[in-house]
Nanobody, 125 residues
């Protein structure tokens, strides 16, 4: 069984920063590509950022390029999302996900095999 647990969400003023963490257990974390998605009320879940199993390739939604950074520490079985210069439109529940079958389509939520429970990020103006 693979379990993913997000943490680090909260309320922050526009322009501020948060760092989200996703701790994995029950699987071989170093072999999984990892991604972050977010979902606002009434909206579809959307891709935010992805990282290959080696950490050598990263991918970002256009809306967060230059502001967010995804990284991973395989020794700690953890993936991070550093969120800088936050905007009110970033407000959403953020989910981490693991892709275990070798897909390169990191933007597609249907390629991911395991999901965390989500953590709320709220950005005030």
């Amino acid at each position: 069984q693979v379990q993913l647990v997000e943490s680090g969400g909260g309320l922050v003023q526009a322009g501020g920063s948060l760092r989200l963490s996703c701790a994995a257990s029950g699987g071989t974390f170093s072999r999984y590509a990892m991604g972050w998605f977010h979902q606002a009320p009434g909206k579809e879940r959307e891709f935010v950022a992805g990282i290959s199993w080696s950490g050598g390739s990263t991918y970002y939604a256009d809306s967060v390029k230059g502001r967010f950074t995804i990284s991973r520490d395989n020794a700690k079985n953890t993936v991070y999302l550093q969120m800088n210069r936050l905007k009110p439109e970033d407000t959403a529940v953020y989910y981490c996900a693991a892709e275990a079958h070798g897909s390169s389509a990191f933007y597609n939520l249907y390629e991911y095999d395991y999901w965390g429970q989500g953590t709320q990020v709220s950005v005030s103006s």
